[in-house]
């Protein structure tokens, strides 16, 4: 794929996946826009974006937003595409997790999870859905996670933002057709980011036991393996040969997956009775 003079927004571009995404695109020439609400970490890692130009002509911007203001983000995206032109790609990789038992996560958690992690979707999409259909055409990608379709112990709310998030691309996926826009999904497995890090510290131990064997992949594999199959215009795009595995046991012999998830979950209760 061709990414010169494209341009790309990001939200959640600032850490982890996101800006890892923001840097490979940017070595392949691409005008990346970075959008998240800490203006101390946009700055580092525009830095950092910025060092992967190929040429002085590329534009590498960072946008202070909260993905959950439907106004604010219109108004950015706005703003910007007066400036910049338009969106060829969207990638939405804001997002974050709070782990733990049921009656532990606070009721305000689980509202908070689908403001973010679903939500904040519908909102850039609509916000850049008019400047799709002028481009006539483009690519948005949502990213949802291995949580988006395996039901894993102590992601009670997680989950469900992130199954949302497949069911909502799905749908989104044969209506923006007649529009010649396409969209994927970015299903990552585990990875080394700060967010990955702050929600390690809430994980049930029968959720840490499941995802023990489990490879933890690098922000920058997972946006090399995420490129590799965009290029491709695939639509469940999942890095690494683990998640893949899981997604085809899942789809064709779920109860393998919930007698293996099970063994984890009994051997770590029955520590605890001890
Ligand atoms: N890391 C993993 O193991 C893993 C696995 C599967 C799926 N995922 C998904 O992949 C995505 C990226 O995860 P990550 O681990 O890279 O996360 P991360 O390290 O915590 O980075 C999250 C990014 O999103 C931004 N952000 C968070 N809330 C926002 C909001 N309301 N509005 C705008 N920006 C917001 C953060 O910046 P500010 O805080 O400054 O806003 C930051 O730039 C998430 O959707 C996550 O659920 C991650």
Do not use: W
């Not at 106004?71 to 969207?90: E, M």
């Not at 997604?247 to 012999?253: D, E, G, H, P, T």
């Amino acid at each position: 794929m061709n990414y010169q003079g494209k341009n790309i927004f990001i939200t959640g571009g600032s850490e982890g996946i996101g800006k890892a995404i923001a840097k490979l695109l940017t070595t392949k020439g691409a005008n990346t826009f970075i959008f998240s609400r800490n203006p101390k970490k946009i700055t580092k890692a525009l830095k950092e974006i910025r060092k992967n130009k190929i040429s002085k002509d590329q534009i590498c911007e960072g946008i202070s937003l909260d993905v959950t203001k439907l106004n604010i983000v219109k108004t950015k995206f706005n703003t910007l595409c007066k400036k910049y032109g338009n969106i060829d790609i969207l990638i939405n990789t804001a997002g974050f997790a709070a782990p733990g038992y049921f009656e532990k996560i606070p009721p305000e958690a689980f509202h908070d999870m689908m403001e973010v992690n679903y939500f904040g979707i519908v909102n850039t999409i609509t916000a850049a859905f008019p400047f799709f259909v002028k481009n006539n055409g483009g690519h948005i990608v949502n990213t949802s996670s291995l949580s988006g379709f395996l039901p894993v112990f102590g992601y009670s709310g997680y989950t469900a933002s992130k199954y949302a998030v497949i069911g909502f691309s799905e749908v989104l996926k044969s209506e923006f057709k007649r529009h010649n826009i396409k969209v994927s999904v970015l299903c990552p497995p585990d990875t080394d980011t700060p967010g990955f890090k702050k929600e390690n510290k809430t994980k049930p131990a029968e959720t840490l036991e499941i995802s023990k064997g489990a490879k933890l992949m690098t922000p920058a594999q997972v946006a090399e393996s995420f490129e590799k199959a965009f290029s491709k215009n695939k639509f469940m795009i999942i890095p690494g040969l683990e998640g893949k595995l899981a997604y085809r046991v899942k789809r064709f012999c779920p109860g393998l997956l919930n007698f293996i998830f099970n063994m984890s979950i009994k051997k770590v209760q029955k520590k605890q009775r001890k």
